[in-house]
């Protein structure tokens, strides 16, 4: 199936999230765990930073350092976007509608979910091992819920950063391809 037939049903699961939000984010503060709480927490404070130095790592363990200046753009996409958005939109965190306040986050700035964001946007850097590359994409889906469950997003919010994610790191890749063909096609001619 194309990606653009994923992006469609990823807008389309989004829209319909937006009718249960309440819902689901009520369900998640009122209905803890200690165990959840605890693991949810780890996540919660690994940031998007931590996270493209982790996969920066595993790129220069894997020798595979031509995704690294990608990794870059990605990074730069990422937090330009992310930043953005959480201005224009800014959305309260579910945990000020519910008097959930185990964190300390800002209150107005809920959309999209910077987690899942950096999460899926680093998925396409992985397509070199399948094992690896099937462990993030859990590991993505993992964080993207524990936010809901933290009460810190909306799932609307993670499912948005989710897509807007997998189109930063598509977007990327298609670019570095473009422009690798365009150098490859400039060396040919040039001899």
Same mark, same amino acid.
């Given at each position: ?13 989004? +829209? ?10 009520? +369900?998640?503060?009122?209905? =803890? ?41 990605? +990074? ?18 579910? +945990? ?9 986050? =800002? ?85």
């Amino acid at each position: 199936m194309k990606k653009i037939y994923y992006y469609i049903i990823g807008l389309i699961v989004f +829209f319909t999230s937006l009718i249960f939000d309440k819902k689901i984010s009520f +369900f998640f503060t009122n209905y =803890n765990s200690e165990i959840l709480d605890v693991v949810s927490l780890l996540i919660n404070n690994i940031n998007g930073y931590v996270l493209f130095g982790i996969v920066l790592i595993i790129l220069i363990l894997g020798k595979q350092h031509k995704k690294i200046i990608p990794l870059l753009l990605v +990074f730069i996409l990422y937090l330009g976007l992310t930043s953005l958005l959480k201005l224009i939109v800014a959305r309260p965190r579910p +945990f000020v509608e519910f008097g959930n306040s185990m964190l300390d986050n =800002n209150p107005y700035r809920s959309f999209p979910s910077g987690h899942a964001t950096s999460t899926f946007a680093l998925i396409p850097f992985f397509n070199f091992n399948k094992i690896i590359y099937y462990v993030w994409i859990m590991i993505a889906v993992i964080v993207s819920l524990s936010r809901v469950y933290f009460g810190v997003h909306y799932l609307s919010d993670v499912i948005f950063g989710a897509i807007l994610g997998c189109f930063i790191g598509d977007i990327v890749f298609y670019l570095v391809k473009c422009y690798n063909r365009k150098v490859y096609k400039e060396v040919l001619t040039s001899k």
